[in-house]
């Protein structure tokens, strides 16, 4: 899982362990985190992990301004260049995107939605596919403001169902 920042970082956590359930080699679940942009980088686009058997499972928090937590700023950055040819994510690790957001920090908060405080994660996914990309699983999005939990564990569980049917 690439996360960045803390929160996305613990539930990077909980799908490494729910993950630990899976009869997979431990050696070939990676954490890359988001903020390192050499290391995410070398591990989906330079690396072993760069081939379309690797599954790349981004989490992306959305904070105020429809912006990505610093520490994450880097990868989205990256992804976001529009030098980047169309196939830069071809043939590469396939992709999935858990959005974490709060509708708390948004001025019309009752009328508000997990798709309405997720705009990173929702152009993550989208650029990822603009640049080749394959998704092996539906994106998720999640707002604290409704109790992640009711959302970020369902979600997470249906992944590792996904997961043990890839492997």
Same mark, same amino acid.
């Given at each position: ?12 956590? *909980? ?12 050696? #070939? ?11 995410? #980088?070398?591990?989906?686009?330079? %690396?072993?992990?760069? #081939? ?5 499972i981004f989490i992306a928090q959305t904070i105020? +301004? ?6 994450? %700023? ?29 509708? +708390? ?9 997990? #798709?309405?405080? +997720?705009?990173?994660? *929702? ?9 080749? %990309? ?13 109790g992640l939990t009711k959302e970020v564990e ?7 169902e996904k997961i043990k049917e890839c492997v």
């Open positions: 899982p690439l996360s960045g920042a803390n929160f996305p970082a613990d539930v990077a956590e *909980q799908i490494a362990t729910k993950l630990s359930s899976i009869p997979i080699d431990a050696s #070939k679940v990676h954490k890359v985190m988001m903020s390192k942009s050499k290391d995410f #980088k070398a591990a989906l686009l330079e %690396g072993p992990l760069a #081939k379309p058997t690797t599954l790349a105020e +301004n429809e912006a990505p937590p610093e520490d994450a %700023g880097a990868c989205i950055r990256f992804f976001k260049r529009k030098n980047h040819p169309e196939t830069l994510f071809s043939d590469k690790p396939q992709f999935t995107v858990l959005g974490l957001g709060d509708s +708390n920090l948004l001025l019309d908060r009752q009328h508000t939605a997990a #798709k309405d405080c +997720n705009q990173v994660a *929702q152009a993550l996914d989208a650029r990822l596919e603009t640049l080749g %990309g394959q998704r092996f699983y539906q994106r998720g999005e999640c707002d604290e403001r409704t369902p979600w997470i569980d249906n992944l590792v």
